[in-house]
């Protein structure tokens, strides 16, 4: 098996542990479950060899757990400069600057914000890496991402009608 095709092997493997993430209600079995998929996405990019994107990876699955336990400001911060730092130090072309972008904007997200605003603005950085993914040629990544996409914006629009009902649906 060349390391081609084993990258693409993980990336299917997180494409099977991320398919159902977006439609947890329960905030905490969502973000573990997102960290999760984060570490074995990551472990993709670095197989094939896209640094920028499997750092912002593997920083998104630490910083996702660590949103369990804190919404500092200063911890955002930290992890905001660290995917800068990282990202930025050995991109060699400007869609790898998409993930990083992402993860940036996600952190903040995560660290800031709650239910379907958290939800929307995870959905606008989904969408930077359903571009890069396609550009980088990740299988795994591209059929993720599109269906984090997909999956995730259904649900914003089923709990964003729920909502509208009256019915809290972060409730459990």
């Known amino acids: 098996m060349t390391a081609y095709w084993l990258?693409?092997?993980v990336g299917v493997i997180a494409?099977?542990?991320?398919?159902?993430?977006?439609?947890?209600?329960?905030?905490?079995?969502?973000?573990?479950?997102?960290?999760l998929y984060s570490a074995i996405i990551g472990v993709h990019f670095f197989l094939m060899g896209a640094f920028?994107?499997?750092s912002s990876a593997l920083l998104n699955a630490i910083r996702t757990l660590i949103?369990?336990?804190?919404?500092?400001l200063w911890v955002?911060?930290?992890?905001?400069?660290?995917?800068g730092g990282l990202g930025l130090a050995k991109f060699n072309h400007a869609m790898e600057l998409l993930p990083v972008f992402s993860t940036i904007v996600s952190t903040w997200a995560l660290f800031r914000l709650k239910g379907?605003?958290?939800?929307?603005?995870?959905?606008?950085?989904?969408?930077?890496?359903?571009?890069?993914?396609f550009w980088l040629g990740s299988i795994g990544g591209t059929l993720i991402e599109s269906s984090f996409l997909i999956v995730n914006g259904l649900t914003i629009i089923r709990f964003w009608?729920?909502?509208q009902r009256g019915i809290d649906p972060f409730k459990v």
């Open 15 to 35: 494409f099977v542990v991320g398919i159902t993430t977006f439609i947890n209600r329960d905030e905490r079995r969502f973000k573990k479950q997102l960290s």
């Open 161 to 163: 009608r729920m909502q």
């Open 7 to 9: 990258a693409q092997g």
């Open 52 to 54: 920028p994107a499997g």
């Open 116 to 133: 379907l605003a958290m939800r929307g603005v995870l959905w606008c950085s989904t969408a930077c890496w359903v571009a890069h993914n």
């Open 67 to 72: 949103t369990l336990r804190t919404r500092s």
């Open 76 to 83: 955002m911060a930290l992890f905001i400069v660290l995917t």
